[in-house]
């Protein structure tokens, strides 16, 4: 039996909380694992002067995929970086992958099941930014590359045909970013003569985000631009039981790191309160991305099993701890 090499990231806030419970069920699980705890985030910056130590990087390289936490970036300290943005792009993890499924939870609306893909190291989060006339005037530079668009929107069309689904919308603002949308846009319609199974549909994004709120359920895959994929898929997500269950993966060519999307949630610390359901679901993301497919589908089963049954944390209405909810998800895997 194959061993995995997984890298944990904890991070900050409860993300070593999160973290523990899904190393818990993964061990549950029939599988040979070798896990590898490394640091990331605000802690970590605290302790070794960097919020992403080279060492993390290097963990992260060699692993067989990873599963990260959260971190806490403050605002106002000299010379910190976000170590997310950082490891995206210093990894080129270009796909940012947001799964949203309707779950058994009066929570979440019925008949979603699509996917957002986001390019994940360049527009508007590419870093380039400065100050001009005496701090008066900030600037940030929008980065669009015919190879990062290529790479995204190809990967989008490929999930699609992998996942049996049959349109694609791609989101943009072309109308007025003519010359950084305009190329994601044509770079979308020049690769969408590979794939004429699927149907490329476009979208500008205020109409997305208003359609999204009217019918969600239109849509398969969405594949869009950095900033406009953070915000629509934290947007897509509160259709279908929100952040509290809201999983993502950031895949690149020789690394893949999954993970929550709710942030280090300072508030819930130590309260035994924080839901562990977004982690699990990254967890499960990363057993597809190994190739356990069936363990990963067994995984989402006991989860939904546990919402339907109201086996879950208060922020979903019920009454279980973090470790509770992990336990009966183990028990229902086992």
């Known amino acids: 039996m194959k061993r995995y090499r ?3 990231l904890p991070g900050d806030g409860i993300g070593p909380e999160v973290i523990a419970s899904a190393r818990n069920v993964l061990e549950s699980l029939p599988l040979e694992w070798d ?7 605000y802690d970590e910056y605290q302790r070794s002067g960097s919020p992403l130590p080279d060492s993390t990087i290097e963990q992260i390289r060699n692993a067989d995929a990873t599963l990260f936490g959260a971190v806490t970036t403050p605002p106002n300290i000299p010379n910190y970086f976000s170590p997310v943005v950082q490891m995206r792009q210093t990894l080129e993890l270009y796909a940012n992958l947001r799964p949203c499924r309707s779950i058994p939870h009066t929570s979440s609306r019925p008949n979603i099941d699509m996917i957002i893909v986001r390019e994940n190291t360049e527009g508007l989060y590419s870093g380039i930014e400065r100050l001009e006339d005496d701090g008066n005037k900030a600037i940030t530079e929008r980065i669009i590359t015919r190879k990062s668009s290529e790479r995204i929107i190809r990967k989008a069309f490929e999930l699609a045909r992998s996942t049996n689904r049959k349109t694609i919308h791609v989101v943009h603002k072309a109308n007025v970013l003519r010359q950084t949308c ?29 359609e999204l709120v009217r019918a969600p359920e239109q ?67 990363m057993l597809d991305h190994i190739h356990e497919l069936e363990h990963a589908n067994r995984l989402r089963s006991s989860i939904e099993d ?26 229902r895997l086992n």
């Open 6 to 8: 997984i890298c944990l």
């Open 35 to 41: 896990f590898v705890e490394c640091g990331i985030g």
């Open 182 to 210: 305009g190329l994601f846009r044509s770079v979308a319609f020049e690769i969408a003569k590979d794939y004429p199974d699927i149907i490329l549909q476009e979208m500008l994004v205020d109409t997305c985000a208003m």
């Open 219 to 285: 849509f398969e895959v969405i594949v869009t631009t950095n900033l406009f994929g953070d915000i629509l898929s934290d947007e897509a997500c509160m259709f279908v039981g929100g952040l509290g269950v809201a999983s993502s993966g950031n895949i690149g060519t020789d690394a893949a790191v999954f993970e929550p999307v709710h942030g280090s949630a300072p508030t819930l610390v130590g309260t035994g309160n924080a839901n562990p359901i977004a982690t699990f679901l990254a967890a499960a993301m």
């Open 306 to 331: 546990c919402i339907a049954n109201n086996q879950v944390t208060i922020d979903l209405g019920g009454s279980l701890t973090t470790v509770q909810m992990t336990l009966q998800v183990i028990q």
